[in-house]
């Protein structure tokens, strides 16, 4: 399974910017998918899952009322949608594909299979 992240840039504090992830899994409603980060010097952090339905979510309390994660199962695709970003916010984000689907895993990186090639996320103060 390949995936692609895209969607960073620069952006100022309180903007807005889309992630898109595309999977080439055909069974990619199968999967969860998961978005991690990781600022420099700082070790790889949980931002937010979705399950295959697209219909559970979970969410970093940092990221919380202001991300969104959303998934297209006819595109392959998942998205994190990141609202009123913050200097914090700054890293670079991988998209992850998970085949075991173990719910109380699901916020921990080893739990997936597959990653993304990441995307630099840059918010200025």
């Known amino acids: 399974v390949q995936l692609q992240a895209c969607g960073g840039g620069l952006v100022q504090s309180g903007g807005s910017l889309r992630l898109s992830c595309v999977s080439s899994a055909r069974t990619f409603r199968t999967y969860a998918m998961g978005w991690f980060r990781q600022a420099p010097g700082k070790e790889r952090e949980f931002v937010a899952a979705?399950?295959?339905?697209?219909?559970?979510?979970y969410y970093a309390d940092s990221v919380k009322g202001r991300f969104t994660i959303s998934r297209d199962n006819a595109k392959n695709t998942v998205y994190l949608q990141m609202n009123n970003l913050k200097p914090e916010d700054t890293a670079t984000y991988y998209c992850a594909a998970d085949s075991r689907l173990i719910t109380s895993s699901i916020r921990y990186d080893n739990q997936y299979d597959y990653w993304g090639q990441g995307t630099l996320v840059t918010v200025s103060s």
């Open positions: 979705s399950k295959g339905n697209g219909g559970t979510t």
